[in-house]
């Protein structure tokens, strides 16, 4: 059983379009992050959500932090085929010092 | 700045071998930990090494160990390796380590057991 639960596990959309994905946990953690990973590499942090409530935005994709910090989102608008890729989210648990979890990922694929 | 550096990238081995990963953490980077991916399970938790001490360990059997050296570069071995090895192994490096995130990852070593 993941720790981090991730909405929807495959999400197929055309350019342009719009897209989120989901995060949940029953866990609390002290903040969240998102990462992408392409075929062949390894992740890449896009963003670290901190505080309850928070939302960051990064060009056209736009993160929140639920108000009890135990579930987050990644909402992407018009998205384009570079946004292609595996979308993972990860958080230490309150309860669980050092260990960085992560959740299965969302793969998105954009289709021009 | 050069990025994690992992070796190999791909390996083939046989069940019963054993196997060595290493990573080369980013420049002044003292955190290395270790990820196990695979299809079903995602990234899964190894260890994460601190200047030269195993600061955690995540749940996997003694086949898997690790160890850290004076300059960061890190290794980790399987031994006597099951079918169920075969993943994406990837390490990441971090400043003060995986409780504040920031992690850098490598590309990767792939291990297949036959």
């Known amino acids: 059983t993941q720790l981090l639960e991730q909405s929807p596990q495959f999400l197929s959309i055309q350019e342009g379009e719009n897209l989120t994905v989901y995060c949940n946990s029953s866990s609390v953690f002290s903040s969240l992050q998102w990462y992408r990973q392409e075929p062949g590499e390894g992740p890449v942090l896009l963003v670290t959500v901190v505080t309850g409530g928070e939302v960051k935005k990064l060009k056209r994709l736009t993160f929140q932090f639920g108000d009890a910090r135990k579930d987050s989102s990644l909402h992407i608008t018009a998205a384009q085929p570079g946004d292609t890729g595996l979308y993972l989210c990860a958080g230490v648990p309150t309860d669980s010092w050092g260990k960085l979890q992560f959740g299965a990922g969302t793969q998105v694929v954009v289709t021009p | 700045k050069a990025g994690v550096t992992q070796t190999p990238r791909y390996l083939i081995k046989t069940r019963g071998q054993q196997v060595t990963l290493s990573c080369s953490p980013i420049?002044?980077?003292?955190?290395v930990s270790w990820y196990q991916q695979t299809p079903g399970q995602g990234l899964q938790f190894l260890f994460e090494?601190?200047?030269?001490?195993?600061?955690n360990k995540g749940n996997f059997p003694g086949r898997f160990s690790g160890r850290q050296f004076s300059n960061s570069r890190s290794e980790m071995n399987v031994s006597t390796l099951e079918l169920g090895d075969s993943a994406l192994y990837l390490c990441?490096?971090?400043?003060?380590?995986?409780?504040?995130?920031?992690?850098?990852f490598g590309e990767g070593s792939r291990l297949t057991v036959l």
């Open positions: 420049s002044g980077h003292r955190s």
């Open positions: 990441a490096s971090s400043k003060s380590g995986t409780n504040t995130g920031e992690l850098f």
């Open positions: 090494y601190f200047s030269e001490t195993q600061r």
